[in-house]
């Protein structure tokens, strides 16, 4: 599950060259951050996690001088731009708001992979993330 900056992670970063690299702290769970053109893995996340990922993601995309942001999954020919913060903060609250509505795994599916994202990769993601949102919970 996303869970945030661990309290003692920093960013790191060394030049290469004329290129300078970015290494975040890993999360607590080592959790994917971003995506590109694929379903999010949201099956181990919960609304509050999503919410602090979703913004975290948004703090990401406003760093300076981002050119090369490599999501943790992506199809072959996806971008790799800092334009991949936005597609995760915006796929993620589009989630919420899918779950909100539906009633079942079936319609959060449904809604989730018709509309904007119905040529995303991943389905099983969706699929399991969608199955884990209405899953029984523990007590």
């Known amino acids: ?66 050119r090369r942001v490599i999501p943790g999954h992506q199809m072959a020919d996806s971008t790799q731009t800092a334009e991949v913060f936005a597609f995760t903060s915006k796929y993620v609250q589009a989630f919420d708001e899918a779950a909100d509505d539906a009633k079942s795994a079936e319609e959060l599916t449904a809604a989730m992979a018709g509309g904007e994202y119905r040529d995303l990769g991943g389905q099983l993601f969706l699929n399991l993330g969608a199955q884990a949102h209405y899953a029984p919970k523990a007590e």
């Open 1 to 66: 599950m996303w869970s945030g900056w661990p309290a003692s992670g920093t960013r790191t970063s060394e030049r290469v060259g004329r290129a300078e690299l970015i290494r975040l702290p890993p999360t607590a769970d080592e959790a994917e951050l971003t995506f590109a053109d694929v379903h999010a893995w949201t099956a181990t996340t919960n609304k509050d996690a999503r919410a602090k990922w979703a913004g975290d993601t948004e703090k990401l995309a406003a760093l300076p001088g981002l």
